[in-house]
Nanobody, 120 residues
Framework: QVQLVESGGGLVQAGGSLRLSCAAS????????MGWFRQAPGKSREFVAA???????TLYADSVKGRFTISRDARKTVSLQMNSLKPEDTAVYYC??????????????WGQGTQVTVSS
């Protein structure tokens, strides 16, 4: 069982930055691909970014390429640096862990989510 706890969400003005973190409680953190997804009110959960178990492979949604950066470290944390935020980035952001590096929400473990609100 893997527990994931997100932090770092909040309210920011358009053009600003936030850094989300996800702490994983597992000894086998290095064997999981990690992803970030988001869900806005009335919309389905959508892929944002993902990183492979070794950290060398990353995937990004077209809507965030060049603005968001995903990273992971040996302290069992995966981060999402979000720059140049837009009002349309407003959503609950979820961290996920799984066995495959994919863009679909088929990851095995999910956090509770953290709210990101971008004001115009």
């Amino acid at each position: 069982q893997v527990q994931l706890v997100e932090s770092g969400g909040g309210l920011v003005q358009a053009g600003g930055s936030l850094r989300l973190s996800c702490a994983a409680s597992t000894r086998t953190f290095g064997t999981y691909a990690m992803g970030w997804f988001r869900q806005a009110p009335g919309k389905s959960r959508e892929f944002v970014a993902a990183i492979g178990w070794g950290g060398g492979a990353t995937l990004y949604a077209d809507s965030v390429k060049g603005r968001f950066t995903i990273s992971r470290d040996a302290r069992k944390t995966v981060s999402l640096q979000m720059n140049s935020l837009k009002p349309e980035d407003t959503a609950v952001y979820y961290c996920a862990a799984g066995s495959q590096l994919v863009t679909t929400p088929v990851y095995d473990y999910w956090g509770q989510g953290t709210q990101v609100t971008v004001s115009s």
